[in-house]
């Protein structure tokens, strides 16, 4: 599989950038923004756009909110898994609960999947 991405996908990139929901802003500005290996919103990879991503542990963290429990969303969501998981990433999904609930499990979990996939 070819590692080129969707250009056309920066500008929506962007747009997500600038619109992040509350449980992004809260793990982009209480965790990830200052972590010691660099963290992106919203990055353009393949065909999708990762909530956040740091290359250097080729690692994808989504955050999944109540739209990814419909079927539909369930099988796209697994497809897009498989495919990054193809280009050698590792995805880490979370739920907005999670994130609202219990956050010293969520930075932990990332925190460990970084330290495993260095």
């Not at 920066?10 to 200052?34: C, K, S, V, Y």
């Not at 963290?61 to 990814?68: F, L």
């Not at 609930?101 to 990332?110: G, N």
Request: charged share 30%.
């Amino acid at each position: 599989m070819p590692h080129e991405y969707n250009r056309n996908l920066i500008p929506r990139a962007r747009e997500m950038r600038d619109n992040m929901t509350p449980q992004e802003q809260h793990l982009w500005f209480g965790f990830l923004r200052g972590y010691p290996l660099h963290f992106r919103r919203q990055a353009v990879i393949y065909h999708y756009i990762a909530d956040f991503y740091c290359h250097a542990a080729k690692l994808v963290i989504e955050i999944d909110g109540r739209q990814h429990q419909k079927a539909d969303a369930k099988e796209y969501d697994q497809i897009r898994t498989e495919t990054l998981e193809q280009l050698g990433l590792t995805v880490l999904r979370f739920t907005n609960d999670e994130v609202d609930r219990c956050f010293d499990h969520v930075r932990k979990s990332i925190d460990q999947a970084v330290k495993q996939r260095l």
